[in-house]
């Protein structure tokens, strides 16, 4: 068969009989420069010989494009593999990000992991996700995500001669939930600084008699680890997500050289820790910032870092505090595992009260509180990292209801006002 040319023969079955109705597409592109094999395609086509000249003159306008049929039947899964490899090392995405992604793309492949790409098209992919929300109850938001990622995969395919077209750029993205931001009131916020204040309190007295205990027995020096060192850490953990607003892989990044104890106490985000245990810069220059300490929290955290000093130098040179020490450390004196740390937060928040609390809505309550208060979205933004101060009040101009209210009232003043009133109003500025 020349280079090019296809053959079209009856398909025959194991014993060499022929099949009725079903024909056999053979094409050849010469030897692949890298591998030295044949680049050879075949195909078994259902239906008329005419059939199977159009499958033929199909197989060639594609060679003609550029698609590639070196890996013919590479199946979704495969190509998801692919690119979860090409990923590690360029430095686009973080290790956590990468394997993340590959798990939620688990949800789709159940449905067409064991298609070859060739094989899907627009109407068996949107399928697929219309079984996925209906199998399994997956929201529109996470929806959505898999999405994004199921159209890169394809890009990716696209990329490499592997596919012509990407599926996904015919179809729409599934609509997002509207984001449910919860965030404690003001009076909530207060109940949980005491509860804090108690808790602090008692473990500062446990933390103190358990060295005591350890001084009278003569094991003051080169122990092995702090019992207790974990626990006031992750109460500051708290209190500084708190009052800061800070994520908590940030939080747990956090090192002493990074909180500034002047005449305005200022902490300096610069990392923040993973759950991948791994340090890494902010993703935007905006997520590199410096926030201001309210004064009791300050307070806190300089009893809390004397205590920590005193702590570690009791297990030797090598654990002595420095500025690269964590703020919130281990019971030696290392970068708390975001896991541990969760559960911590887990057993403090439903022995407190606060059983169904999230992290993250410590960072909202910062945000709502400050924007209810007045304080103006430029500084809100800086305080939380964000890249623009849009996406502050795309998150959280919502969840103050009450400045609607106050806006309703000016309005029904200002436009309430008599002539005689309005004529005061304007002189009064004139004047002032």
Not at 116 to 124: E, G, I, S, Y
Not at 196 to 204: K, P
Not at 391 to 416: C, M
């Amino acid at each position: 068969m020349a280079k090019g040319d296809g053959s079209i023969t009856p398909a025959r079955n194991k014993k060499g009989e022929v099949i009725k109705g079903r024909w056999r597409v053979a094409l050849c592109f010469g030897r692949d420069p890298i591998t030295g094999k044949q680049n050879r395609v075949v195909r078994i086509v259902n239906g008329t010989k005419a059939d199977a000249r159009k499958v033929r003159d199909q197989i060639r306008s594609e060679h003609e494009q550029g698609l590639k049929f070196s890996q013919d039947l590479m199946t979704f899964s495969e190509m998801c593999k692919l690119w979860t490899s090409s990923r590690h090392g360029n430095g686009i995405a973080s290790e956590t990000t990468i394997a993340l992604d590959a798990q939620r793309l688990t949800h789709i492949e159940a449905y067409i992991g064991h298609i070859p790409l060739r094989n899907l098209d627009v109407a068996t992919v949107e399928k697929a996700f219309a079984d996925i929300r209906a199998d399994r109850g997956i929201s529109g938001s996470t929806l959505n995500k898999l999405f994004g990622i199921v159209k890169r995969v394809f890009a990716k395919a696209v990329d490499y001669d592997l596919i012509l077209r990407n599926p996904c750029d015919k179809l729409k993205a599934p609509k997002k939930n509207d984001p449910d931001r919860k965030s404690l009131k003001a009076d909530e916020a207060a109940r949980l600084l005491r509860v804090l204040d108690a808790y602090e309190g008692a473990s500062v007295s446990e933390l103190e008699g358990k060295e005591e205990r350890q001084a009278e027995r003569g094991n003051s020096n080169n122990r092995c680890r702090v019992q207790g060192l974990s626990n006031m850490s992750g109460i500051m953990a708290v209190r500084i997500g708190l009052a800061t607003g800070m994520r908590r892989g940030e939080v747990l990044g956090l090192m002493w050289k990074d909180v500034d104890f002047g005449e305005v106490c200022e902490i300096h985000v610069r990392r923040s820790y993973t759950p991948a245990l791994k340090l890494k810069e902010p993703k935007t220059k905006a997520g590199f910032r410096t926030i201001a300490l309210d004064m009791t929290t300050a307070e806190h955290l300089m009893c809390w870092k004397q205590l920590q000093a005193e702590c570690l130098a009791t297990l030797g040179e090598a654990f002595v505090q420095t500025g690269d020490t964590p703020v919130c450390c281990t019971d030696v004196g290392g970068l708390f595992d975001p896991t541990n740390f969760y559960r911590w937060w887990d057993l403090f928040r439903k022995d407190n009260g606060f059983a169904t609390l999230k992290f993250h809505e410590l960072r909202h309550t910062q945000a709502t509180q400050l924007l209810a208060n007045g304080v103006d979205v430029k500084t809100v933004q800086t305080r939380l990292g964000h890249a623009n101060a849009s996406i502050t009040l795309n998150w959280y101009a919502h969840s103050v209801p009450e400045n609607d209210r106050k806006a309703a009232q000016i309005i029904g003043d200002l436009f309430g006002m008599t002539e005689e009133e309005a004529s005061e109003e304007i002189h009064s500025e004139g004047v002032s």
